[in-house]
């Protein structure tokens, strides 16, 4: 059972363009959201995270978008840049048990 | 820098031998870590939890006798493959919280089982 459903798998965007990665969840639980880049032979690194008591949360480039009804999470990458080309993972957690639920990756391209 | 290590960044062994893997957290103290598994082009997949000074929690279906698991600081945990085979061979990463839901990943382990 997959409990963080991710979209797209692979996803290329021009330079400059916006990248969208969506992330659904079935655990109500869930009250923590983060979102890895993972570049290959790396360990993931925490690019951002939203709890559910805020429906968006931007750092950067880099924007959240939550809708707690839907159960649904998103990633926006403004301004893309080739050095964002990697895979971004979504996940979610309890916060009391910290165990992550990684969603399946999606591989950004950004061509110059 | 990197406040969580892992070593080996790879390794490559034998078939029938054991590896072990280090995860330490490098400037705070994690009561809890977390092993996981990377196949390549997937998802990270959950293997235990690792706690302090107790045993560690194992994911349905992940052999507790063949990824032997042991914390026993607050700073480090390790891995042990035990009688490893060439479809043990993977990416592992571990994890550390550092409390508030701040989890910070190593580089990760590349082992090749020959």
């Known amino acids: 059972q997959q409990q963080v459903k991710q979209s797209p798998q692979s996803l290329i965007v021009q330079k400059g363009g916006i990248s969208i990665i969506n992330c659904a969840y079935e655990n109500t639980a869930f009250d923590y959201f983060p979102w890895y880049q993972q570049f290959p032979g790396k360990g993931p690194a925490l690019l951002i995270a939203?709890?559910?008591?805020?429906s968006e949360k931007k750092e950067g480039r880099f924007t959240i978008s939550f809708n707690k009804s839907a159960k649904q999470f998103s990633l926006h990458i403004m301004d893309s840049q080739p050095g964002d080309s990697a895979t971004y993972f979504c996940a979610a957690s309890k916060s009391n048990t910290d165990k992550l639920i990684f969603g399946t990756g999606t591989r950004l391209q950004v061509f110059p | 820098g990197a406040v969580v290590s892992q070593h080996p960044s790879w390794v490559i062994c034998k078939s029938g031998t054991s590896v072990k893997i280090e995860c330490r957290s490098l400037d705070f103290q994690a009561t809890t870590m977390f092993w996981y598994r990377q196949f390549p082009k997937q998802s990270l997949m959950l293997m235990a939890t690792s706690n302090e000074g107790s045993k560690a929690t194992y994911e349905q279906g992940v052999e507790k006798d063949k990824f032997l698991i042991n914390h026993a600081s607050l700073t480090l945990s390790t891995l042990t493959v035990t009688s490893a085979h060439p479809e043990d061979s993977s990416f592992y990463i571990c994890?550390?919280?550092?409390?508030?839901?701040?989890?910070?990943f190593g580089e990760g382990s590349w082992l090749t089982v020959v």
């Open positions: 994890s550390a919280d550092r409390g508030g839901n701040t989890i910070y």
């Open positions: 939203i709890r559910p008591d805020v």
